[in-house]
């Protein structure tokens, strides 16, 4: 639901940009001594009353200039003329726009059948599309900057900062493009200066938008761009032989490209400033956005939560432990810690159908797995990743809470099973493919931090000695471990991320398991002991 009224809500700023002069005209005509409410720019070239000709692009009347009897004669002229050509070009603006969003879906979904498993918020895509729209057509319609001066790469630098991937901000810039046309001159130079600045963007925005990193990508950007508009107006420029340094100098600055190429060199450095500006108010509006999706089932007085507190109390202390790691991590690296607990929280709900097949919940020393074959035993492990899932969608939780259930175990070996099995039959009587879970593997950073969260929180209750040194390296096997088994393969963790998950990991687990004093009964008590 929240998609269609974000693509209904687009198309309509796209034909407010597009043709929101023309309604402004109707709604208010202009009166001479009156100050222009908006820039008229000249949509093709013609040619006005007083004989005065205008290229595709070049302001007709500029914002807030007062208006005279001769400007009032252009502005009926270019309402008539404008007049002439609306049906077809809202038309052909309207199919546009469906294509672009057409454009926009289809790639979001080859990228994930092509493997790049990122997490891609379609709904955020458009938001910011929206927003790319509303800015450029504020830009036009209330200054008289040259149209090269559009902030065309702002769109690719939230798109990257925001972490949703250079795929996606590469189809993103480009279902934008398809919107904006009808915005640009009909020039192809001009679409061509755009698309190369706006594909440079996508390929060297930083993700961290501080000014000494944002700084440097930014001036390249902008004087690439700047190189552009100038060699496409250059010829213009005529120099006799024996000019002066003096005389070049004037020529050069009263050329036709020297305001859209200062325009257009200055555009990229601006538009990386407004991104460093939104992007802490369009990170938090997404917190908001996954908190009012989840904070339902965030509840620990969930029904399913409170049934697997009665049935399987183990599972539900352990989920609890795995959703505290697993939001410790997350804010090391900025990844979605709502969707980390909620996650946590019901990883394990298909559990409930035998809890007493699970070890956090056996008592008095009883293990039905002693009895059963190790494949058997698989068997059972493997089904309660599936019943998790069935349940999960029962009970409505989002589609990502359920890929991260889905995902919290990948492909990993059941090493214990298989030991086991090892001791009881020859090696070459068994498949290693029969003792892994089914997959698929995480897909996202947030599945990765589960499941190493999942993984650590198990471990940590075997240690006889809990100590920093002890969780450093029981995090550091566990993570290389799962890099070893190539079960990140399919998801984003740079380096520098998983070093601070494994930073983070072993600070929650020293909190969690922090000394206490002794008290005056445990000293006498150990000093009975023989």
Not at 515 to 530: D, E, F, H, L
Request: include cysteine; proline fraction near 6%.
């Amino acid at each position: 639901m929240v998609r269609v009224v974000l693509v209904v809500l687009l198309m309509a700023v796209q034909l407010l940009a597009g043709f929101g002069e023309d309604l402004a005209l109707r709604l208010q005509p202009a009166r001479e001594g009156e100050r222009a409410v908006l820039t008229l720019r000249a949509d093709r070239f013609w040619r006005a009353p007083d004989g005065e000709e205008f290229l595709p692009g070049e302001i007709v009347v500029g914002f807030r200039r007062t208006l005279t009897a001769d400007d009032l004669q252009r502005i009926r002229q270019f309402a008539a003329r404008r007049g002439d050509f609306l049906p077809r070009e809202i038309s052909a603006a309207l199919l546009l726009g469906l294509w672009a969003i057409v454009f926009l879906h289809c790639y979001l979904f080859a990228l994930r059948e092509g493997g790049v498993r990122r997490r891609v918020s379609l709904s955020l895509l458009l938001s910011l599309l929206i927003l790319q729209t509303a800015v450029f057509k504020g830009i036009l319609a209330f200054t008289t900057l040259p149209i090269q001066a559009l902030p065309i790469v702002l769109l690719p630098f939230l798109v990257v900062g925001l972490r949703q991937g250079r795929p996606a901000a590469l189809g993103a810039f480009l279902a934008g493009f398809l919107l904006c046309l009808p915005l640009f001159e009909r020039s192809l130079e001009t679409a061509g200066g755009f698309l190369l600045a706006g594909t440079a963007a996508v390929m060297f925005a930083p993700q961290d938008l501080r000014l000494r990193k944002a700084l440097v990508p930014a001036l390249g950007i902008g004087l690439l761009h700047t190189l552009w508009v100038g060699i496409e107006r250059v010829e213009g420029l005529a120099l006799p032989a024996g000019v002066s340094l003096a005389e070049l100098g004037e020529r050069l600055a009263a050329a036709a490209w020297a305001e859209p190429s200062l325009g257009a060199g200055l555009a990229v450095p601006a538009a990386a400033g407004l991104a460093r500006v939104l992007l802490p108010g369009l990170r938090a509006l997404m917190d908001v956005g996954s908190l009012l999706t989840l904070r339902r089932f965030a509840d620990l007085e969930h029904p399913l939560l409170k049934k697997l507190f009665a049935e399987a109390p183990g599972t539900y202390q352990h989920s609890l432990n795995v959703a505290y790691l697993a939001q410790a991590a997350g804010e090391a690296i900025g990844a979605d810690g709502v969707l980390l607990r909620v996650g946590a929280y019901f990883h394990d709900i298909g559990k409930l159908d035998r809890p007493e097949a699970f070890v956090e919940n056996q008592r008095n020393g009883i293990n039905p797995h002693d009895d059963l074959d190790p494949r058997e035993s698989c068997t059972i492990l493997f089904e309660h990743v599936t019943r998790s899932r069935t349940v999960c969608r029962a009970a409505g939780l989002p589609g990502p809470v359920r890929d991260l259930v889905a995902q919290h175990h990948g492909t990993q070996l059941v090493e214990y099973f298989y030991q086991k099995a090892l001791a009881r039959s020859p090696q070459a009587a068994l498949h290693e493919q029969e003792f892994r879970y089914p997959g698929p593997k995480p897909r996202s950073p947030e599945a990765a931090l589960l499941m190493i969260a999942d993984a650590v929180e198990a471990a940590s209750r075997t240690l006889e000695r809990p100590g920093r040194e002890a969780f450093e390296e029981l995090v550091r096997r566990i993570v290389l471990g799962r890099i070893a088994d190539q079960q990140f393969c399919e998801c984003v963790l740079d380096t520098q991320e998983i070093d601070a998950v494994m930073r983070a990991l072993v600070d929650a687990l020293e909190a969690a398991f922090h000394g206490r004093i002794v008290y005056p009964w445990q000293r006498s008590t150990v000093a009975r002991k023989p």
